[in-house]
């Protein structure tokens, strides 16, 4: 089944604890993103991927870090923590950058 | 950031009514997609639209899109209760491929 699969789906944290969400497609997509959803403020691009070892900063890179070092995976890292990064995250994929998006089920991260 | 618009915030409309948003957008674009969105999952694909094309069908859908006047609707035809979602329009522009989405369109189709 062609899926887009991010883990943990939920997580709670503390301030200044590095932690890595996954991302992981099966459909040999080349462009992959990240997305955090805030109430009235839609989505909202974090950083994405045209190909392996190809990295751009979105909107709000602030904050994150990604890497790119095999076609299927696209894992989002957040070095430090902090409480406004308490969000709704969605990783996506697709064939190329303006083609439809594949979205993965979310993860929803809290940071106290 | 260029962000698109949607409007409106939210609508409730009757089933079996037609339901019908609006999008605007800042930049020239490349394609405009909308998407689907019940409460909190991810984000489904509904439609997309080149900027060469003014309308498209997509059974129960109906998107037209004026590069003029940089907008784009969506008609939901003979809603049903399963139609209640939030709905958002997604941009790319011709520079650069990423995205830029609205805030979203909150519709509930009451029974």
């Known amino acids: 089944e062609a899926q887009v699969t991010q883990n943990p789906r939920y997580l709670i944290t503390v301030t200044g604890k590095k932690l890595t969400v996954t991302c992981s497609q099966n459909?040999?997509?080349?462009?992959m993103s990240w997305y955090r959803q805030d109430p009235g403020l839609g989505l909202r691009q974090i950083y994405y991927?045209?190909?392996?070892?190809?990295?751009d900063k979105g909107d709000v890179p602030e904050g994150y870090k990604v890497s790119r070092k095999e076609k299927r995976n696209f894992p989002l890292i957040l070095e430090s923590p902090s409480p406004n990064q308490t969000s709704l995250y969605f990783c996506?994929?697709?064939?190329?950058?303006?083609?439809?998006?594949?979205f993965g089920p979310g993860t929803r991260l809290t940071v106290t | 950031s260029q962000q698109g618009e949607e409007d409106p915030q939210a609508l409730s409309i009757q089933e079996g009514e037609n339901a019908t948003m609006n999008c605007s957008y800042k930049?020239?674009?490349?394609?405009l997609q909308w998407y689907r969105q019940n409460s909190g999952r991810g984000l489904v694909h509904l439609i997309l639209?080149?900027?060469n094309e003014r309308e498209k069908h997509s059974g129960r859908l109906r998107v037209t899109l004026d590069t003029s006047k940089k907008s784009s609707s969506l008609l939901i035809t003979a809603s049903r209760a399963a139609d209640t979602a939030s709905y958002f329009c997604?941009?790319?522009?011709?520079?650069?491929?990423?995205?830029?989405w609205g805030a979203g369109t909150k519709l509930i189709i009451k029974p």
């Open positions: 996506a994929s697709s064939l190329w950058g303006g083609d439809e998006q594949y």
């Open positions: 459909m040999n997509h080349e462009y």
């Open positions: 991927s045209m190909n392996v070892e190809v990295t």
């Open positions: 930049t020239s674009i490349n394609n």
């Open positions: 639209i080149r900027s």
């Open positions: 997604a941009t790319d522009g011709i520079s650069n491929y990423q995205l830029i």
